[in-house]
């Protein structure tokens, strides 16, 4: 059976940085991958290659065993592709309002390309109530995106990628800056993303968290891939394990 | 549970038209004969349209994060062209449509230096701005272009003409771009690329907007509307001179900036750009015809602009 996403050694420097090396796995359509590693193991690189950020110095990768020509790849191609990332920052445009930072990019616009206004406006509204349950009074979707807390913010990014029903939603570090209410929540749309047939991979500093919604477990170290577990494999305590001794061959002094 | 509030969407509007009817007053009181009459609001409706049109595109090239020093020349080239043509060939249409065509590609030429090539939009237009003036004064040699015959067309009617005898042509022109810049820029997918990609470029890339094609369509909007506004006020004018669109510079960036877009990018108002323009047009016959010398025309411009910015600025702090 092909893979949903497969990966072929894909590898990436910056300068003299080796961020990824040689990077391969595969993500099968339902499944919720933790990508675990510490800081500067190169999960965000990895996930901009495949949100179409930039391409990756050689290797491959593959949507239901079609390559993906990196020339021709951009975030709007992934877009096209289901593919939709929650970035660690940046994911969101601060001054502009609520509606147009939902559809950015995608807008709902009749043949000669002007957005259906109202529309869009109603939509965004439904996200703000139905899907991220935002309890601000005077909740408008003309206002900018400045005047939402850190919370709120991610919740908008999150909840534009569960309107947009995409088939592989990434969201990196996305409960960072959030409240233990707000992570609640950012756990259910995972777990929600799971029931509706769909894939995730899901990066956290946070082992607790991972293991809560995922299905299996790959840990980066240092640009490369050092680990590949089923939940069902392991346990917390074995899991954490297994990250602690990755990180301390970090410092052979220690 | 927090309470949400944007701090005056339509603020800055209002205060801006509060500004321009308490100068017309001003003006009134200060000189009734000439202020309560017609014929100066026919002049301001004459001149205003010329730097107006220019400075919707700038609206959107400083939404957009970008700067076109190039503009006062790119007007001239436009001018040029179409002046060039109709005295060498006498067809009217060749001559506008070629004129605006010329317009837009020197805009998108420095669309392609900033964007492809990566020189800072302030930079590469500023050469650009030296080296077709240049170019133009080379290829006139120096001399104005006599069109003189140009007032009997049709086509003069339709772009310099006085509609009812009274309403210059270019003021409908100059509304017509208005209306269309604000489709454009509040409800069309090209106006909402412009605002991302001004706003925060990486953002937009990663929300699938194609930021270096809007860029360039920026340069290449301002290239085409300043050819346009080149050939109406040669068409008004009956003649081309080597200097014209020179005194534009400083009164297209004062309408944009007293109409409120944001220095930053990311936000303007085409509204705003349009009272500014007037604004500006204004200034100079309401100075003059209340007695004081023409020297003070700079002085205001400079305060109007800076206050302005000032108080767009403390407005935008409060917001946060
Ligand atoms: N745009 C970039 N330019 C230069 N170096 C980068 C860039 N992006 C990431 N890196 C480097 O690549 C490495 C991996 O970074 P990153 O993928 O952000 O790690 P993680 O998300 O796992 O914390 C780091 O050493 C980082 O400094
Ligand atoms: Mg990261």
Redesign the pocket.
């Given at each position: 059976m092909t893979p949903f996403l497969r990966l072929e050694n894909i590898s990436k420097s910056?300068?003299a940085?080796r961020?990824?090396h040689e990077v391969s796995f595969d993500l099968g359509s339902n499944e919720i991958l933790g990508l675990i590693?510490?800081?500067?193991?190169?999960?965000?690189?990895?996930i901009?290659i495949l949100s179409g950020v930039?391409p990756p110095d050689s290797g491959a990768f593959s949507f239901d065993g079609k390559k993906v020509n990196s020339r021709y790849y951009s975030c709007a191609q992934a877009r096209k592709f289901g593919i939709e990332t929650v970035h660690?920052d940046r994911s969101l445009a601060e001054k502009q309002s609520l509606w147009r930072n939902v559809f950015a990019g995608r807008h709902i616009t009749n043949s000669l390309g002007f957005i259906r206004i109202d529309l869009e406006k109603a939509e965004t509204l439904k996200i703000l109530y139905d899907i991220i349950e935002l309890t601000a009074d005077g909740l408008d979707p003309d206002l900018p995106v400045s005047v939402l807390s850190g919370g709120e913010r991610q919740g908008l990014a999150i909840g534009r990628a569960m309107y947009f029903q995409s088939r592989l939603v990434i969201l990196?570090?996305p409960t960072t800056a959030l409240s233990l209410r707000e992570t609640e929540k950012v756990l259910g749309f995972i777990q929600k993303i799971k029931d509706a047939g769909k894939s995730c991979i899901f990066?956290s500093h946070n082992i607790a968290q991972v293991f809560a919604v995922a299905d299996r477990f790959l840990i980066?170290d240092r640009?490369m891939v050092v680990a590949d577990i089923l939940k069902k494999d392991t346990s917390l305590i074995g899991l954490t394990d297994r990250l602690l001794s990755v990180c301390q061959k970090e410092i052979p002094h220690a | 549970m927090h309470k949400l509030s944007s701090f005056g969407k339509y603020t800055s509007q209002f205060a801006i038209s509060l500004l321009l009817i308490l100068m017309l007053i001003a003006f009134t009181l200060a000189s009734p004969a000439t202020f309560l009459g017609w014929s100066i609001y026919e002049a301001f409706l004459s001149t205003i349209p010329f730097f107006a049109i220019p400075a919707l595109a700038m609206t959107l090239a400083i939404v957009c994060k970008e700067m076109d020093m190039c503009f006062p020349s790119t007007i001239a080239l436009g001018g040029f062209v179409f002046a060039w043509l109709w005295t060498h060939t006498g067809s009217l249409g060749l001559s506008i449509v070629v004129g605006l065509l010329a317009g837009t590609a020197v805009g998108w030429l420095n669309g392609f230096i900033v964007v492809r090539v990566g020189v800072p939009s302030i930079i590469a237009t500023i050469g650009t701005q030296f080296f077709w003036r240049g170019v133009v004064m080379l290829l006139c040699a120096g001399l104005a272009l006599d069109l003189t015959g140009i007032r009997e067309t049709a086509l003069h009617h339709v772009f310099a003409g006085r509609l009812f005898g009274v309403v210059p042509a270019q003021a409908l022109w100059a509304f017509g771009t208005a209306i269309l810049m604000w489709l454009m820029f509040n409800r069309h997918v090209f106006g909402d690329a412009v605002r991302f990609t001004g706003d925060n470029s990486e953002t937009a890339l990663k929300m699938g907007i194609d930021v270096d094609r809007t860029r360039i369509a920026v340069f290449s909007l301002m290239g085409f509307l300043c050819a346009l506004s080149g050939i109406m006020v040669c068409i008004e004018m009956g003649s081309w001179w080597p200097t014209q669109g020179e005194g534009y510079l400083l009164l297209v960036f004062a309408s944009v900036f007293i109409g409120g877009t944001s220095a930053f990018g990311g936000q303007g108002s085409i509204y705003g750009t349009c009272i500014g323009a007037t604004i500006i047009g204004i200034v100079e016959a309401g100075i003059i015809s209340a007695g004081l010398s023409g020297f003070w025309t700079r002085t205001f411009y400079g305060v109007i602009i800076v206050t302005s910015v000032s108080f767009y600025n403390i407005l935008a702090k409060r917001q946060k």
């Open positions: 910056f300068g940085v961020s990824l590693g510490d800081n500067g193991a190169g999960k965000s690189t990895l901009k930039f660690q990196d570090e990066i980066m640009g | -």
